[in-house]
Every structure is written in C-alpha cells, then in structure tokens.
C-alpha cells in the first residue's frame, strides 16, 4: 500500500515498471516484424544517460505508433533504460488497452505524470507537436508544428532533467496522402472528430500505402538521439515562463540540425528502399 503523500500518477500506473525476461522477450518479438521491414538505423543512443531522469523530445510523424517503438526497443536493449511514453487520453480510456499500456511503461500524457515520473528519475519521450504535428498536411513532412508549446522545457527546468533531441526520419514516408484533414472532401470527418470532442486540427488524412493499400512502404527508418541539453542553465531564472520559451528555441534548433543530418544520410542511403536493400545483399 502507498504512503500517504507518495508519488502517484493520474491513471494509477506504476511509478517504475520492471520488466521480465518474459516480457523484454514478448517486446522482441513484436518488434521484430516491424525491424525487418524498415530495418532502422540508429545514431547516438549512447547520448541516453545510463541512469537519473532525460526528457527524450522528439518530432512526431504520420507513423508515430510504429516508428517510436523501434526507437525505444534499441534504448531497452542498448541502455537498459524503458522510456516511459504519453499516450492520449482515448487510448488510456480503455480498460484492457490501459493494463497493456501500463505493463509497457506508457502513461496517460499529462504534465503531472510526465513531471512526476521525471522526479522518479525515469526516462520519459515527450511530443510537442502532439496530435496536430503527427495529422500533419501535404507539403509538411518533417516540419515541427510546436505551435509555441514550451510545457516540456518548463518540466525539465523545473526537474534539472538534461533534454535528448529525438529524431526520427522516415514516418512521414511510409504513406502518401492523399486527402490532408483541411481537404473539402474530408469534411465529414472532420465533423466526426468535432463530435468526439476532438480540435478539428486533429483530423487524420486520407493515406495510402504501397498501391492503393494501407500497407506501410518498406522505407528505413532513421534515428538521431543529439547530445544532451542541460537544463541547469535555466534553473535560477527569475521569469520561468521566458526561460521555457529560451530553451524551447534551443531545444528546437537541436532537433531540426539532427533532423537535417538523418535527412542527408537517407539521400545518400542505397539501402532507403527495400529494392536497394535487396541488391545490395546480393551484391549489386
């Protein structure tokens, strides 16, 4: 039983999940698939620090469900670390969905879970751009739609949680849209997502996958974990609010020079493609 005044989160998750060799065995597995066919490539998980509380900010893609939990398998397998997700109050809504979630480490994304989980020292992944960056329109790929969200800079102040810019290429390349949620064709949906209780800026495109398919494009998957930040600088700033704003710029800035550098390796990658992949394993 909890003490009275100890640490607890809004949706009664645990405040620290350990995993058995059974469960990092059903991770491997279930990741597997999705490894096999955008075979990723990573860059600086070492940044993640091997322990205390980091603050993963990352840019979020069409392929937010699928392309993080690769990201988050390799810190497990490379760092031992679980990064503890956000999930959006619907997911966290439903009762079975929620227990899985909890056993995963993922939590309902809110500023007290997010801050008290960092006070435990965990390592939690954070999107700025949430719902609207991942719905994200054509002519977008890539773009951080932050809208001057600086929540996440004031919570690592606030916990002296050094940030780790996130990035991740390859997402928002797996499908084609066809309608974004601004197209007239797609007001009904809209509508739908306003009768849910949703911002219509939350409406999902029209995509497709390889033909006419919802089947993801074999594209690989990219990662750059960039040095980590430390917050301290900020720490004793008199005007907090203008001190998140600062770091926001910074944090910003870091994560679009890493996104650029993932941006250059996939030009110049003969393996982006599963054709390329494939001849080059026969040597070609």
């Given at each position: ?191 739908l997502v306003k009768a849910l209780g949703l911002r219509e800026t939350l ?82």
């Open positions: 039983m909890s003490e009275v005044g100890s640490p607890r989160l809004t949706d009664g998750a645990p405040l620290h999940v350990r995993l058995t060799e059974l469960d990092r065995r059903v991770i491997d597995v279930l990741c597997a698939p999705s490894r096999a066919w955008f075979s990723p490539r990573f860059w600086g998980v070492e940044n993640i620090p091997a322990e205390g509380p980091v603050l993963l900010v990352g840019n979020h893609t069409l392929a937010g469900g699928t392309d993080a939990p690769l990201l988050a398998h390799e810190v497990l397998v490379r760092r031992d670390r679980l990064v503890r997700g956000l999930a959006e109050n619907v997911l966290i809504d439903v009762p079975v969905l929620r227990d899985a979630l909890h056993r995963l480490g993922i939590v309902r994304g809110n500023r007290h879970n997010c801050t008290t989980l960092l006070e435990q020292g965990e390592a939690v992944a954070v999107f700025p751009g949430g719902g609207r960056e991942a719905m994200r329109g054509k002519g977008q790929k890539y773009q951080l739609i932050w809208e001057g969200r600086t929540g996440f800079a004031r919570m690592a102040i606030e916990t002296g949680a050094p940030i780790v810019p996130m990035a991740m290429i390859g997402g928002d390349d797996i499908f084609d849209i066809v309608f974004d949620g601004d197209d007239p064709v797609m007001k009904p949906v809209k509508q409406t999902p495109p029209l995509i497709r996958g390889v033909g006419p398919t919802l089947l993801p494009k074999p594209e690989r998957f990219y990662y750059s974990l960039g040095t980590p930040i430390d917050t301290g600088a900020w720490r004793d700033a008199d005007d907090l609010d203008a001190a998140a704003s600062e770091l926001q710029v910074v944090v910003r800035k870091a994560l679009e020079g890493e996104l650029e550098f993932l941006l250059r390796e996939r030009d110049r990658d003969r393996g982006r493609s599963l054709l390329g992949r494939t001849l080059s394993a026969v040597g070609l």
